[in-house]
């Protein structure tokens, strides 16, 4: 990707000139990095000359140590390279996002997670032939959306969801059920957006997925009650399709031992003696579940029951008759615990948009970022002929030299989004329009984002002093060890005596008092 790197190399920052406090070893020392390690010691104060001096000596001390380390080409071992690396990353990541606006959208999936929707949806799939092409065009999402919108018409006009739902029971690739509760990503991205801004009593116009169209009906919004934790014992019935006898044996045998329960006998040694577990399954019966997660019998009498300890009576399901005793109540965790867990799940998704969408939209006036509907609109148009990563897309779309957008004093043209497309199409969609739409929300973030990580020692001189202290820090941490800390503790203040009179001696030090004088505080 030639093309791609130079422009992206092209994006320099430009650099302030600083006062210098002082040159050690040739090299200078910056006002700012002075004040910068200044006011981590807190016991500075520029306004005592005796202390300003004192400082001034173990500052220049500090700098002669990583002088020493540097003419030792320490900063070019491996190792420190490896280390430097990691932490620059680090640091860049928390510089190019924005903490506030990450935590808002993640703020939006947390209080999703409080209530849990209940639904009626129509679903109408592409065909097979259409889905094992894995690319879909607009020629396609037509035809579908217009039976979908027909079926939206007729509940429009008087029928019930219900209604025209079931009149496609014997169609192929339409499907009608009841979803028993909803929650944070069991749709795609556009589509959860869509089911978490209904109302009850609400019905959708046709929502458009990967997969194909959904309409969608809400029946009513639950408080989410948490998860629950309960003892579970099985009284199974002997066959796959028992007998009514066999129901009834299973039946009194399962109250037998719900009478004992009910007697104070202890539930683990009755899961042990009489649950239809295997023998490794019964030591640990006890298993934790939300709504929608488990058996709607078990989950019905699991939360049915009101206070730790309860025991459920007998209730049947296919396997047999159940018996549940409450162990704990969780309710939803509070969003400091999650929110690790929800970046992680949205980060790995197209939720990323919303993760770096105040960050990006930010960059986007600090950097005079300018977008030419028009030149993607004609990106469009060949897409929807062609695949965009297709051979016939990408040769075509490498002619074309329209500015596709600006950031800044440089331009990104329609042939360098192709280029990049073809080399990192980094989505699942297989809409051809929500394909290259992904990607050029890629395109545009990693601009930003390459701009601001250029611009960052310029723009946040904080940035480039704490990478500048980390550098110093862990190349120093090697030749203090080896030259002071691993001998014996009392022979240690002698040895540090010693190495700084010697680099004293080996490094030549011009200190401008005139600069430091103007210090009144830190």
Same mark, same amino acid.
């Given at each position: %990707?030639?093309?791609?790197?130079?422009?992206?190399?092209?994006?320099?920052?430009?650099?302030?000139?600083?006062?210098?406090? %002082?040159?050690?070893?040739?090299?200078?020392?910056?006002?700012?990095?002075?004040?910068?390690?200044?006011?981590?010691?807190?016991?500075?104060?520029?306004?005592?000359?005796?202390?300003?001096?004192?400082?001034?000596?173990?500052?220049?001390?500090?700098?002669?140590?990583?002088?020493?380390?540097?003419?030792?080409?320490?900063?070019?071992?491996?190792?420190?390279?490896?280390?430097?690396?990691?932490?620059?990353?680090?640091?860049?990541?928390?510089?190019?996002?924005?903490?506030?606006?990450?935590?808002?959208?993640?703020?939006?999936?947390?209080?999703?997670?409080?209530?849990?929707?209940?639904?009626?949806?129509?679903?109408?799939?592409?065909?097979?032939?259409?889905?094992?092409?894995?690319?879909?065009?607009?020629?396609?999402?037509?035809?579908?959306?217009?039976?979908? !919108?027909?079926?939206?018409?007729?509940?429009? !006009?008087?029928?019930?969801?219900?209604?025209?739902?079931?009149?496609?029971?014997?169609?192929?690739?339409?499907?009608?059920?009841?979803?028993?509760?909803?929650?944070?990503?069991?749709?795609?991205?556009?589509?959860?957006?869509?089911?978490? @801004?209904?109302?009850?009593?609400?019905?959708?116009?046709?929502?458009?997925?990967?997969?194909?169209?959904?309409?969608?009906? %809400?029946?009513?919004?639950?408080? !989410?009650?948490?998860?629950?934790?309960?003892?579970?014992?099985?009284?199974?019935?002997?066959?796959? @399709?028992?007998?009514?006898?066999?129901?009834?044996?299973?039946?009194?045998?399962?109250?037998?031992?719900?009478?004992?329960?009910?007697?104070?006998?202890?539930?683990?040694?009755?899961?042990?003696?009489?649950?239809?577990?295997?023998?490794?399954?019964?030591?640990?019966?006890?298993?934790?579940?939300?709504?929608?997660?488990?058996?709607?019998?078990?989950?019905?009498?699991?939360?049915?029951?009101?206070?730790?300890?309860?025991?459920?009576?007998?209730?049947?399901?296919?396997?047999?008759?159940?018996?549940?005793?409450?162990?704990?109540?969780?309710?939803?965790?509070?969003?400091?615990?999650?929110?690790?867990?929800?970046?992680?799940?949205?980060?790995?998704?197209?939720?990323?948009?919303?993760?770096?969408?105040?960050?990006?939209?930010?960059?986007?006036?600090?950097?005079?970022?300018?977008?030419?509907?028009?030149?993607?609109?004609?990106?469009?148009?060949?897409?929807?002929?062609?695949?965009?990563?297709?051979?016939?897309?990408?040769?075509?779309?490498?002619?074309?030299?329209?500015?596709?957008?600006?950031?800044?004093?440089?331009?990104?043209?329609?042939?360098?989004?192709?280029?990049? %497309?073809?080399?990192?199409?980094?989505?699942?969609?297989?809409?051809?329009?929500?394909?290259?739409?992904?990607?050029?929300?890629?395109?545009?973030?990693?601009?930003?984002?390459?701009?601001?990580?250029?611009?960052?020692?310029?723009?946040?001189?904080?940035?480039?002093?704490?990478?500048?202290?980390?550098?110093?820090?862990?190349?120093?941490?090697?030749?203090?060890?080896?030259?002071?800390?691993?001998?014996?503790?009392?022979?240690?203040?002698?040895?540090?005596?010693?190495?700084?009179?010697?680099?004293?001696?080996?490094?030549?030090?011009?200190?401008?008092?005139?600069?430091?004088?103007?210090?009144?505080?830190?």
């Amino acid at each position: %990707m030639c093309l791609w790197v130079a422009l992206i190399a092209t994006l320099e920052a430009k650099e302030k000139k600083e006062p210098v406090v %002082m040159t050690v070893a040739g090299k200078d020392v910056t006002l700012s990095e002075f004040i910068y390690m200044a006011k981590k010691d807190n016991s500075v104060n520029f306004k005592n000359k005796k202390a300003v001096a004192e400082y001034v000596e173990l500052f220049k001390n500090f700098k002669l140590k990583v002088a020493d380390a540097e003419a030792l080409e320490i900063h070019n071992l491996p190792a420190f390279l490896k280390e430097l690396e990691k932490y620059t990353l680090q640091l860049q990541a928390s510089f190019l996002s924005d903490k506030t606006g990450q935590d808002s959208a993640m703020l939006v999936i947390h209080n999703r997670e409080k209530i849990r929707p209940v639904l009626k949806q129509i679903f109408f799939r592409y065909p097979e032939a259409v889905l094992s092409r894995r690319q879909i065009f607009t020629k396609d999402t037509l035809e579908l959306f217009l039976q979908a !919108n027909a079926a939206y018409t007729r509940i429009k !006009n008087g029928e019930s969801f219900e209604e025209v739902g079931q009149s496609f029971a014997d169609q192929p690739d339409r499907y009608y059920f009841a979803i028993d509760y909803a929650y944070p990503f069991k749709f795609a991205r556009d589509v959860e957006e869509f089911v978490y @801004n209904m109302k009850p009593g609400d019905i959708s116009r046709p929502v458009r997925s990967m997969l194909g169209f959904y309409l969608f009906k %809400m029946e009513q919004i639950i408080p !989410n009650p948490g998860k629950i934790s309960v003892a579970h014992l099985i009284t199974a019935f002997p066959s796959n @399709n028992p007998s009514e006898e066999e129901i009834d044996a299973t039946r009194k045998r399962s109250e037998e031992v719900y009478q004992k329960a009910l007697q104070g006998d202890d539930f683990s040694q009755l899961i042990l003696t009489f649950s239809d577990d295997s023998t490794s399954a019964k030591k640990d019966r006890i298993f934790e579940f939300g709504l929608g997660e488990i058996l709607e019998p078990i989950e019905k009498a699991g939360f049915a029951l009101e206070n730790i300890g309860d025991i459920s009576k007998p209730f049947q399901t296919v396997y047999g008759f159940h018996i549940l005793k409450l162990m704990e109540r969780k309710p939803v965790a509070p969003f400091e615990e999650v929110q690790g867990e929800l970046f992680d799940v949205m980060i790995s998704n197209d939720r990323i948009f919303d993760l770096y969408k105040s960050f990006e939209e930010r960059m986007k006036v600090r950097h005079g970022y300018v977008f030419y509907p028009e030149a993607y609109r004609e990106l469009e148009l060949l897409a929807d002929e062609n695949f965009p990563i297709d051979s016939v897309f990408v040769y075509q779309g490498l002619e074309m030299e329209k500015i596709l957008l600006k950031v800044g004093d440089d331009d990104f043209n329609q042939s360098l989004f192709v280029e990049y %497309m073809y080399y990192k199409n980094l989505t699942r969609h297989i809409y051809t329009l929500d394909f290259m739409y992904d990607v050029f929300r890629f395109f545009v973030r990693e601009i930003l984002t390459e701009v601001e990580k250029r611009t960052l020692e310029r723009d946040y001189p904080e940035y480039k002093l704490q990478l500048k202290e980390y550098y110093d820090g862990i190349l120093l941490y090697d030749l203090s060890n080896k030259r002071v800390w691993s001998r014996a503790e009392e022979d240690q203040p002698r040895l540090e005596t010693e190495w700084i009179k010697e680099l004293n001696e080996k490094y030549p030090v011009k200190i401008n008092w005139k600069v430091i004088r103007k210090i009144k505080k830190v």
